[in-house]
């Protein structure tokens, strides 16, 4: 190589680090500035959501209620700039925000939900209920007086969709507010998707993504939910579990008998749906259905690299949830979730333990299983593996029918199972360019997000990456200990603030 070569090598090289460095430098600053932002307006956004989390919004159960939330949701965002549409499904509808910038560096589609899990407001021990959040201290709850106008981020927000999947929106809103007050746009156009079905399937958010197919292509998909890994690290996702579920009921006598009269003699459908489920699993937690695992796709030598390097929270977890063994101990939590799930959600007997009591064995006995799984892997396939599994333990399976009074006196052993469908596992490569220039923006101060292979839960994630084709990766802001999809559900305050920051930084990353 010439000393000419060598000098114009050398050269472009100290360039391009002079335009890391800058930006580095610019990123900082901006950072810098959506904090002291945040700072200064930390009741407007604690309030903003609060109102967001009172409306009650349990997916498919109330219209009313649903279209309420479609209302204050195109309010916020109508304010910030954004042009918005609602579909006009009677149920849920998907809206749509868009704001375009100048000179965007091209454009970043955003999904969130705004539906939330069932409810039980008995089992809700913190504010008076799932839809009256409320800020609670160290010490008991906080007393949001017109003098409050600072939070400390070890403080939480107590209400159903808090975490899942309302800080997310407010989160977003807030980064658009805090770049714009610092005198800087967004740097890519904004397509804003809020689903109101996630936790029912997401049909209304299938339909639009694939009747409007053009309104949400973009040069990147990113799916904000899910919680962040324990260790409080920045979380990126490539990928999200399936789903697939059944109900399997266990038959006795043709009605309750009294148990005193008939015990020892009439089948006990509770005791032999638990027998039966026993058989699914081994003591440590392994699936026993024959063929469960064989279609799943190994984790490529990046993906398994990535778990490697996430942090061991392991102590963490059994401290925090108080178990003393988990499943399949020899494994990491990180692992297995790469691979598919067999659990059991709710058992049925006998009127159920809050019925009145009553001394008659029941005439059947129910449980809901529910499947997750993973790459490589067909709900219906895996449904018709815990079908065959029940019949090889002798019973005689009817499907998605109670069985006749023939059936009963034919078949000593006979079980119903009414499949509930599902949708496949989705997941991506991190080598996409735009999945690592996520990575980048929220690489900051040495500290580096966790890459996860697949989230644990399930979304609508393939609708961008299997059926647009778009790169999607998913970022998680709220925090693990949320108590999602449970009763109490919550949002530590800090996970919000750093969320904004989060948001902020890829609104304006570079391509």
């Known amino acids: 190589m010439t000393r000419k ?51 009650p919004n349990v997916a498919a ?41 100048p000179q965007p560096r091209g ?27 409320c800020v609670i201290g160290p010490s008991g709850r906080i007393a949001l007086g017109a003098g409050v106008t600072s939070f400390s981020p070890d403080w939480r927000i107590y209400g159903r969709s808090a975490s899942d999947d309302k800080a997310p929106i407010v989160a977003l809103v807030s980064a658009v507010d805090a770049l714009k007050a610092a005198g800087h746009n967004p740097a890519w ?7 109101g079905q996630e936790e029912a399937g997401s049909v209304n958010f299938r339909r639009f993504a694939a009747e409007r197919a053009g309104a949400i292509t973009s040069d990147l998909a990113i799916m904000l939910d899910g919680p962040r890994h ?23 006598a043709k009605r309750d008998l009294h148990s005193g009269n008939y015990g020892n003699w009439a089948p006990d459908p509770s005791m032999r749906l638990a027998q039966l489920l026993a058989t699914m699993k081994d003591d440590n ?55 598919p799930t067999l659990s059991v959600l709710a058992m049925e007997s006998g009127g159920g333990l809050d019925a009145p009591a009553r001394s008659a064995i029941p005439r059947l006995a129910a449980a809901r299983l529910e ?27 009817v499907l998605d029918r109670d069985p006749t009074d023939e059936e009963r006196v ?27 220039a996520v990575v980048a923006a929220l690489s900051q101060n040495g500290v580096v997000p966790v890459l996860l292979p697949t989230l644990g839960g399930s979304m609508p994630y393939g609708s961008f990456s299997d059926q647009l084709k778009l790169p999607t990766v998913g970022i998680s802001i709220v925090n693990y200990d949320n108590n999602q999809h449970g009763p109490d559900e919550n949002l530590r305050i800090g996970n919000l603030w750093e969320g904004i920051e989060m948001l902020a930084s890829v609104l304006t990353m570079a391509k």
């Not at 810098?32 to 407007?44: D, G, I, V």
């Not at 970043?108 to 009256?132: K, N």
């Not at 156009?189 to 689903?195: A, F, G, P, Q, S």
């Not at 997750?372 to 399976?397: C, E, M, S, W």
């Open 410 to 436: 034919t078949h000593p052993r006979l079980a119903r199972v009414d499949r509930r469908g599902g949708n496949p596992a989705s997941r991506v490569s991190m080598d996409d360019p735009m999945g690592r």
């Open 61 to 101: 159960t109330n219209d009313a209620d649903l279209l309420k939330n479609v209302a204050l949701l195109t309010e916020m965002f109508r304010r910030r700039g954004f042009t918005v549409e609602a579909t006009r499904d009677a149920v849920s509808p998907v809206i749509l925000a868009s704001l375009d910038v």
């Open 107 to 133: 454009t970043l589609t955003i999904y969130i939900h705004y539906d939330g899990q069932p409810v039980t407001a008995s089992e809700w021990t913190r504010c008076g209920g799932p839809f009256t959040p």
């Open 5 to 55: 070569r060598t000098i114009e090598r050398r050269w472009v090289l100290a360039l391009a680090v002079a335009v890391i460095v800058a930006a580095g430098a610019q990123l900082s600053a901006r950072q810098s500035l959506t904090a002291e932002w945040r700072a200064q307006h930390e009741r407007q956004i604690v309030d903003e959501l609060i109102a967001l989390v009172a409306i």
């Open 230 to 252: 324990p260790s409080g690290r920045p979380t990126v996702y490539f990928g999200v579990r399936g789903g697939a579920g059944l109900t399997v009921t266990v038959y006795g």
């Open 189 to 195: 156009n904004l397509r804003v998707v809020l689903d």
């Open 371 to 397: 499947m997750r799984l993973v790459n490589g892997l067909v709900p219906a396939k895996q449904t018709d593996l815990v079908v065959a599994h029940i019949r090889k333990q002798g019973y005689f399976v």
């Open 285 to 339: 937690g392994r699936v026993l259905i024959e063929g469960f695992y064989a279609d799943v796709t190994p984790l490529t030598p990046t993906e398994s690299r990535a778990l490697d390097e996430a942090p061991n929270v392991e102590a963490l977890l059994k401290k925090e949830f108080a178990v003393a063994q988990p499943e399949r101990a020899e494994e990491r939590l990180e692992r297995k979730l790469n691979t």
